[in-house]
């Protein structure tokens, strides 16, 4: 506790902050005549706003106006080496000794900053300490002497961070690093509790803290962390798939009703949900939400309809059971492919592109597959999201694919890439006669169970 006690005494010392124009400045030694990129958080995803060359000693400075948004922001020299810091009214000076990582780096001034990375640190030092006093709070016999003093510090380890987030806030209200770790926080979870009683605790507790109506730390990736920490009190590796989607279910509906108060959360989340399970093909889960959530922002004009609400939508009509949606796609030669004119019984329809790995080991495999059918009872349509019409085409011929090609040369902003909601490939649809989703494939195995679940091949 001296240890903590004299890190508030020094970070109490730093200057608080101010209104104003501010600057960040900065000294990487290794980097001089490098150039230094500056990005923006929203969620996880960065944005790039800015730019700048090192002198030849590594010195570099980015203006911080007042129209620069409080936030956590990333500065970069290659994909390897970089800094997360936080923008507050303040400015930020720091050298690194080294390259551009947080391990060299010391900060001059900057609060803020000061404050994330000591936090850090310090829920480091407390997390892994957890993780090796739990096995003896579950197993260790509890009449001995030694358990009560495990039990003891368990809990005292989870107190040590709520009391020293309580002494930053007390020291700096206006911290947004503060409120980066209090939205991270967890419950406390008593000693004598279970494992089945924690993961029963936290689902009921886990959100009880937590102010949805902070839109301010959607400038961080605050939110996305709370709620991938929320899913994976849901998640289990004994589970199969069909078991992980009903408990993400459960899931997403306890943290987007909590969510409904504020519609700027609530759409973070419901865009962030929904771009991670159709990234995993979690269908379950992503028709659920479909069909029980939509876009605070959107309205009834479709012509208004946000990118989000069309993305809902075009998940209804594509889950198992509904008519594919008709699309028209040119083959190499011009000519119109077009999905409901397909008059197999059996119907494959595969997103790929000739740059995705995956699509080209599983491609050969696939033809096999088509080749060796007798009599024949399913066609494949392939929809290429290439950009280049050489490489797709090469690869055709190459590989001798004899079933039907098409593509609209436009990648993921294509027509039938929109209604289909395509993020990845390889993705693939089967299809009956009538067009109907019969199953959504995510690899060639699962091909191979569908086709025969089916009596297909």
Known sequence: MKRIFLCLIFLSAVPGFSQGTHSLRGEIRNAGGKKVFLYAYFGEKINRIDSVTCDASGHFIFPLGTNVTTGLYRLSTDKDRFLDLVVNKENIEFVCKGD??????????????????????????????????????????????????ATQEYERLQRSEKKILDSLTALYPGSFALRIFRLQQTP??????????????????????????????LHSNAWSNKAISYLSI????????????????????VILSKAAVNAEIYKFLLDYFVGGFDKYHFDAVITYIADNFQDPFSCEDQARKTKLQKKLENFKKISVGKTAPDISVPDMKG??????????????????SSE????????????????????????????SLDTSRTEWTTFIKEQNLTWLNGSEMKGFNSVSSDEYNIFATPTMFLLDREK???????SYRELEEDLRENRIN
């Open 335 to 352: 000519k119109l492919i077009r999905l409901s004119e397909i008059k197999s019984e059996y119907t494959l329809l595969v997103f790929w």
């Open 436 to 442: 109907k989703i019969l199953a959504k494939p995510i």
């Open 100 to 149: 551009l990582t947080a391990d060299s780096t010391e900060f001059l001034s900057s609060a803020e900053n000061k404050i994330y990375y000591f936090c850090m640190g310090f829920d480091r030092k407390v997390q892994s300490k957890l993780e090796l006093i739990l096995p003896i709070v579950d197993f260790y016999p509890q009449k001995d002497g030694f358990y009560t003093q």
């Open 234 to 253: 849901y998640s289990n590796n004994k589970y199969n798939q069909k078991q992980l989607e009903s408990e993400f279910i459960k899931a997403v509906t």
């Open 356 to 383: 995705c790995g995956h699509c080209i080991q599983m491609m050969p495999q696939l033809k096999a597959l088509y080749d060796k059918q007798k009599p024949k009872r399913w066609e494949v349509m392939t929809v």
């Open 188 to 217: 406390f979870l008593p000693s004598g509790l279970t494992k089945e009683d924690r993961m029963s605790y936290l689902r009921q507790h886990f959100l009880d803290d937590v102010d949805f109506t902070d839109t301010l730390l």
